[in-house]
C-alpha cells in the first residue's frame, strides 16, 4: 500500500462547518430551500430530503425533535437523534447528526430532546476528496424534554435488504456526481445506506473480512455468500463487482473505558452491532456500534509456502513496509522469521519499501546498508541462508513514499543456490540497457541497474531495479518495481461514480516503460527467462496489468490461481491483488514442466502484522 499518514485523522473537526457549506454552495454542489424552515413544519426527514443533500443545507432550523440514539465523546463529538415517528418515505433517514465540537455534552442515549441549529453538508477528507456529504446540524442549541425513552428500533441490515447493484451511475451532465439523484435504497446498495444515514442500524451476527486496525475499527459483510474465499475473506474481482455487503464497523465507547475487540478475517462478531451509522473519510458508512458482540475467533493461520525443489528456482516478492534500522528488533525477528518459515527461503527476494540508514529523518541519508545488514543478520538468526544483496541508491526525496525515508526495492539472494551477474553497478540517473551476450544471451549492460529513469513516469517514483542471475547455467533477468501508490484515487464510496480514478494514468505510463523493456529483452533472445515483480499497487484485471502483459510480453502469474485466491492486500473488506509476479513466455515454458505461484497469506487478513501485504512466490526450471 502506499504511504499514505493517517496520524491527521480527526482527534478533533474543524468546527467552521458553515465555511465548507458556503464553498459547495459556490460549487452547486448544495441545494438551498427558498425560505427558512419553521418549527411547525421541520423535522429530522425534511433536513434529510430525499437526495444525499439536503434541501435546507446553509439554513437555520428551530426546535427539531428526536431520541437521542448515540453520544459520541471522542473524535468527531456530538450526539445522533432519531424521530421514531417517520414519514413513511424509505428514501428519507429519520436520523442525523448533531454536531457539537468542543461544547460539553449534556445529553446520552434515550433522552427526548428538541435541537435548533444550522443545517450543514461536512464533506469528510474535503471537497476534493471525492467524497459524499454528512447531512447534519452545527452550533446546536438543545433542550432536553425527558429521559429514559425507548430508543428506535433499529433498521435491521442484511443479505436481503441490501440490493446485489452498488451505486447508480452519476449524472454527466453535473460531472457523473450522484449527489441530486434521488434516493433509490431498493435498488442501489449506496442508496440504502445514505437513506439509513444518522439512523438508528443493526447487524446480526456477521463474518469478518477486514481485521480489526490499529484505528479500532473492522469490517464485516452481511452478505456471507457474495464472492467469498476459502480463508473467510470478500474477494474483488471487478470494478462492477464492489461487494455490497461490506460495513465497517466502530464503537461508541471510547478504547480507554472498552477495549475495542480484534479480529481477524474469517472471525465471527457473534452477536452482531447496533447503533447510528455514520460516514467518514476513511470507509464511508460505519455502524457505531452503542453495543457491541463478541468475536468467534476461526482459527486462521497463516500459509506456509513449500521449499523449491532442487531444480527450481523460487522467486518471492516482499513489500516490508518501510523497514528501517530505527524499528524494533522485533519487526525484523519477525519478517525474517516469515522469510525462512513461510516463504521457505526463496532463492532471489525482491524487496520493497527497504528505506535508509535512519529511517524518516531527512538529513539526506540515502545508504541502506544498515538496514540490509540488521534484516539479512535477523534471516540467519532465524536459521535461513546468509543472503547477499544487490540495490542503487535512490537520489534524496526522489522516490516518493515517507519523506526522509528514501523507499527502495533490493534484491537479496542466496549465493549458494544462486548467482548474481555484476556488470557495471548503475546509480540512481542511469538506465540499463540489453545486448546480445557472446553466448547469445541477453545481458543487461548495467546490473544492477535502473529501468529508464528519466521517463517523466517514474518523477517522485520508485525506479524499476533489474538484475541478472545465474541458475544452474542459465540466465534469469528479473525486475523489481514499486509502482506509484493510488493516493489521490476516489473511494468506492465516492459522490462521483464510477469514481474517478486519477492515479491510474501515471501506473500505465509507468507499466509501459517496464513492458518496453522486457520487449527490448525479447528481441535479443526471445524465449530469454524474465520475471517482473514486486507491489505494482493495482489489480489484476487493472489497465497497468493490461499495459504490462501488452504484446504478449508478460503475463500476470496470479491469474494461474483461481479467482477466489487471487489477492494480496485486504482494504475496507476487499482482498484484492496488489503485488503481483509476471513472466515471459520463456519461463516455465513447454517442456519444463510451467511453473507454480503462491500468494502465501501472512499479513493482510490479520490483525498483528508484520507489514499490511502479503509476499508472492514464483517457482519454475529456467
Known amino acids: 500500500m502506499p504511504y499514505i499518514s493517517r496520524t491527521a485523522r480527526p482527534a478533533v473537526r474543524s468546527a467552521a462547518v458553515s465555511t465548507v457549506v458556503a464553498t459547495a454552495l459556490a460549487a452547486g454542489l448544495l441545494a438551498v430551500g427558498s425560505s427558512s424552515a419553521s418549527a411547525a413544519d421541520v423535522r429530522v426527514h425534511d433536513i434529510q430530503g430525499t437526495t444525499r443533500l439536503s434541501p435546507l443545507a446553509g439554513q437555520q432550523v428551530t426546535d427539531v425533535t428526536g431520541i437521542v440514539t448515540g453520544v ?29 465540537g468542543s461544547a460539553a455534552l449534556t445529553v446520552q442515549a434515550g433522552d427526548a430532546v428538541r435541537v435548533s441549529g444550522t443545517v450543514g453538508e461536512y464533506v469528510p477528507g474535503g471537497e476534493a476528496s471525492g467524497n459524499q456529504s454528512l447531512t447534519q446540524l452545527t452550533k446546536p442549541t438543545v433542550t432536553v424534554e425527558s429521559s429514559g425513552n425507548a430508543l428506535p428500533a433499529p433498521v435491521t441490515v442484511n443479505a436481503r435488504s441490501v440490493p446485489s447493484a452498488y451505486a447508480p451511475d452519476g449524472d454527466p451532465a453535473n460531472g457523473g456526481s450522484i449527489n441530486a439523484l434521488r434516493l433509490e435504497p431498493r435498488s442501489y446498495a449506496l442508496d440504502l445506506y445514505e437513506s439509513l444515514e444518522g439512523m438508528n ?30 480463508r473467510g475473506g470478500t474477494v474483488y474481482k471487478s470494478y462492477a463487482d464492489q461487494n455490497t455487503g461490506r460495513l465497517q464497523i466502530q464503537q461508541l465507547a471510547p478504547v480507554s473505558e472498552q477495549p475495542f475487540p480484534k479480529a481477524n478475517v474469517g472471525d465471527a462478531l457473534s452477536g452482531g452491532a447496533e447503533g447510528p451509522l ?74 520493497e519499501e527497504i528505506q535508509d540508514d535512519n529511517g524518516a529523518k531527512n538529513d539526506g541519508t540515502v545508504s541502506a546498508e544498515a538496514t540490509l545488514k540488521k534484516f539479512t543478520d535477523a534471516i540467519v538468526a532465524a536459521g535461513g541462508p546468509q543472503y547477499a544483496w544487490r540495490s542503487i541508491d535512490p537520489q534524496n526525496n526522489k522516490d516518493g513514499g515517507e519523506p526522509g525515508g528514501n523507499i527502495r526495492q533490493v534484491f537479496l539472494f ?73 493516493g489521490g484515487d476516489e473511494s468506492l464510496v465516492s459522490r462521483h461514480q464510477p469514481p474517478v480514478r486519477s ?16 520487449r527490448d529483452v525479447r528481441k535479443v533472445r526471445k524465449n530469454a527467462d524474465v520475471v517482473v515483480v514486486g507491489d505494482v499497487n493495482d489489480f489484476e484485471f487493472s489497465a497497468t496489468t493490461t499495459a504490462l502483459e501488452a504484446g504478449g510480453a508478460l503475463k500476470s502469474a496470479v491469474k494461474s490461481l483461481p479467482r477466489s485466491e487471487r489477492y494480496s492486500y485486504v482494504y475496507q473488506g476487499n482482498t484484492q491483488v496488489l503485488d503481483q509476479i509476471l513472466t515471459s513466455p520463456g519461463v516455465g515454458s513447454a517442456g519444463k514442466g510451467g511453473f507454480s505461484y503462491d500468494s502465501v497469506h501472512i499479513n493482510a487478513e490479520f490483525a498483528e502484522q508484520n507489514s499490511d501485504h502479503d509476499p508472492q512466490v514464483l517457482r519454475f526450471r529456467p
Do not use: C, M
Not at 74 to 96: C, L, M, N, R
Open 414 to 486: 542466496n549465493p549458494e543456490r544462486v548467482s548474481f551477474t555484476d556488470r557495471g553497478h548503475g546509480d540512481a540517473t542511469t538506465g540499463t540497457g540489453v545486448v546480445r551476450s557472446s553466448g547469445g544471451r541477453a545481458a543487461l549492460t548495467l546490473s544492477p541497474g535502473r529501468v529508464d529513469p528519466a521517463n517523466t513516469a517514474w518523477a517522485d517514483s520508485r525506479k524499476p531495479l533489474a538484475g541478472e542471475f545465474s541458475f544452474r547455467g542459465r540466465s534469469v533477468i528479473v525486475v523489481a518495481n514499486h509502482f506509484g501508490s493510488k
Open 72 to 100: 459520541r465523546s471522542y473524535g468527531s463529538k456530538g450526539f445522533w437523534i432519531q424521530d421514531p415517528k417517520g414519514d413513511g418515505d424509505s428514501a428519507t433517514s429519520e436520523g442525523i447528526f448533531v454536531y457539537t
Open 201 to 230: 442500524v443493526r447487524v446480526g451476527t456477521s463474518r469478518v473480512v477486514g481485521a480489526t486496525d490499529p484505528y479500532s475499527e473492522l469490517w464485516v459483510t452481511v452478505k456471507p455468500h457474495e464472492n467469498p474465499n476459502r
Open 503 to 518: 492515479s491510474e494514468e501515471k501506473r500505465v505510463r509507468q507499466a509501459q516503460a517496464v513492458n518496453s523493456f522486457v
Open 278 to 351: 455514520d460516514f467518514n473519510q476513511f470507509g464511508g458508512y460505519t455502524l457505531v456500534a452503542r453495543t457491541l458482540g463478541k468475536v468467534t475467533d476461526k482459527g486462521l493461520d497463516r500459509e506456509k509456502t513449500r521449499r523449491q525443489a532442487k531444480g527450481e528456482l523460487a522467486v518471492a516478492t516482499y513489500n516490508v513496509e518501510n523497514l528501517d534500522p530505527t524499528d524494533p528488533q522485533t519487526k525484523f525477528d519477525a519478517l525474517a522469521g516469515a522469510v525462512v518459515s513461510n516463504l521457505a527461503s526463496p532463492d532471489i527476494l525482491a524487496l
